[in-house]
């Protein structure tokens, strides 16, 4: 990720993490300028910042719009636009100099992580070469850039080595990885690998680690990765921006790949995988959105039962090709949408959730601590492998939990399950 980019560089120069704004000499503030809500949050923790701290730089999405962060805080030092890492590192050499010390400068061999030692993301790739009509990331982060596979792989072996035991692959569209470079031949370990999404999943499942798989679009060499997830070697799991389902309507956001049957593609990865977990994002109210678009969108997602679902209003973005559509949908009809849809969402989480009481599953624990509802007893939080960090279930665990730490591997049997989380016991 970019700002565990950053930190590692500056910590390798010397630098200290500061646990607070009062303890520290200057402030960088990592930015996400894609939708209205997030330029929104980005300039309040701007102001924040000013506010605590009063030396800040900028940096991330919202920097490549100057303009729009100066003219509400002009006491920013500077602004520099997204993965502008060496312009970060100029303006605070410039503003806060380093001061050499060769204990400080020690830097651990993973880098410096913002997430805990047991997870790690792997980001293979930036910018985009998709025109969607909603979005701007390739205006903000520029076309695809994808990293040497090699370069990749030495990562994700650092990281294993230090302890990690699960990687999270992400990028703007990770089954275009190695698309700019041609797909050029690697050797790694006594293997020849291309550079492409199906030899790098086949060379990250060597490490023997959980590694998990996000933001893919259904191109049709997706499916050769399917047997990879059957035999083990990476999890089986799938984060699929789907964004819709009607034709007219994917048409309209000139998604890549709109014109495939994905019904047809889903039923095929479940015949070759069927622990296969699907995660996907969707946009209710799309401009032009029909009822009857609308309609066939619930009943694309009743026949596709998709695992985990998030899905948010359509909001018009600075810039987006979206905006000059007609007949953008009122938002009291997007939220009565909203609302529908979720409902349904919910019902296939509970009902899929549901299936795997009684079974035993194997667990990440994320933390262990006191159970708030009962006090004294010991509670441990994991997740399976279906189950990616912050963003989807989580799976209370109790029992024998001596052994239990942040980190481990186990096995234990479910015996509930709600809307979206599960309940195990350790034996």
Known sequence: MDSERILTQLRSEGYRIAPDYAGADLVVVNTCGFIDSAIEESLDAIGEAIKE??????????????????????????????????????????????????????????????????YAYLKISEGCNNRCSFCIIPDLRGRLVSRRLDDVLREAERLARAGVKELLVISQDTSAYGSDLRYPEIHWQGETFETRFVDLSRALGTLGIWVRMHYV????????????????????????????????????????????????RIEAWRAICPDLTLRSTFIVGFPGETDAEFEQLL??????????????????????????????IPVSV?????????????????????????????????????????SGEILAIGRTRGDAPEVDGIVEVRGNLDAIRSGSFVEARIVAANDYDLEAVIE
């Open 299 to 328: 009943q694309w997602l009743k026949s596709a039962q998709i695992d985990r679902v998030g899905a948010f209003m359509y909001s018009p973005v600075e810039g987006a090709k979206a905006n000059a559509l007609a007949e953008h």
């Open 217 to 264: 679009y259904p191109y049709p060499h997706v499916d050769a990765v399917l047997p990879l997830m059957a035999e083990g070697k990476i999890l089986p799991y799938l984060d699929i921006p789907f964004q819709h389902a009607s034709p007219s309507v994917l048409k309209r956001m000139r998604r890549p790949a709109h014109a495939e049957n994905t019904l047809r």
């Open 334 to 374: 997007q939220q009565e949408r909203l609302d529908t849809f979720m409902q349904i969402a919910q019902e296939i989480s509970a009902q899929r959730l549901n299936q795997k009481v009684g079974s035993i599953q194997t667990l990440l624990i994320d933390s262990v601590m006191e159970d708030p509802d009962q």
């Open 53 to 118: 701290n009063g030396k800040v730089i900028v940096t991330g999405c919202l920097g490549a719009n100057p303009q729009k962060i100066l003219e509400q805080h002009p006491q920013v030092l500077r602004v520099t636009g997204p993965h502008a890492y060496d312009d970060v590192l100029t303006a605070v050499h410039e503003y806060l100099p380093p001061r050499h010390d060769p204990f400080l400068d020690l830097v651990p061999e993973q880098g410096v992580r913002l997430t805990p030692s047991h």
